[in-house]
């Protein structure tokens, strides 16, 4: 089988434009506020290479089909910020979490001044070289399955995880 030279050049651009998104997407720091946990987002914005977080729920034992939201949709609810905290919003706590198998990751600033992340939470999150800093990929539910609103059959609220919307299948 021959492969064109177009379709190698292609190919190669394309995955160049993914590693620079990624590059900047970790290392870039908000020069406005050291202490602003502003989700920086990677070059490539539109098309299936858009970085965000895919989601589903899972009824019944039966996998709904999964929603995708970019980085920017998601930095516009209160999901990320009430991570950064373990915190809980209607019965849910939400906590970041660490997958090293995926290769996106974003940094989040995780102070945990309310004691919500025990120690071996943050220590099985991903290193950085800044303090309170750590390389995040998902953000787990943790719920009282048995609350009446999350009760309507066997209704389980799955991880979010960051990936690009190609891999949101």
Not at 20 to 33: D, E, P, R, V
Not at 93 to 98: I, T
Not at 142 to 149: E, G, H, T, V
Request: hydrophobic share 35%; aromatic share 8%; net charge positive.
């Amino acid at each position: 089988m021959k492969i064109s030279k177009k379709l190698i050049i292609v190919s190669l651009i394309i995955i160049i434009c993914i590693i620079i998104g990624l590059y900047f997407l970790l290392h870039n720091k908000s020069s406005s506020n050291p202490s602003n946990n502003q989700v920086v987002s990677p070059i490539i914005t539109n098309g299936p290479d858009t970085v965000g977080f895919c989601h589903s729920t899972t009824f019944n034992g039966v996998d709904q089909p999964k929603t995708f939201r970019s980085v920017g949709e998601m930095a516009n609810t209160s999901v990320l910020e009430i991570a950064d905290v373990g915190g809980i919003a209607n019965g849910i706590q939400y906590k970041w979490a660490y997958d090293p198998t995926n290769i996106v990751n974003i940094g989040r600033q995780i102070t945990n001044v309310s004691n919500k992340y025990s120690p071996a939470e943050l220590s099985a999150l991903g290193k950085t070289s800044s303090n309170s800093t750590y390389l995040v990929n998902k953000v787990i539910t943790i719920y009282d399955k048995n609350d009446p609103k999350y009760k309507k059959g066997q209704l389980e609220l799955n991880p979010y995880i960051i990936t690009t919307m190609s891999n949101c299948k």
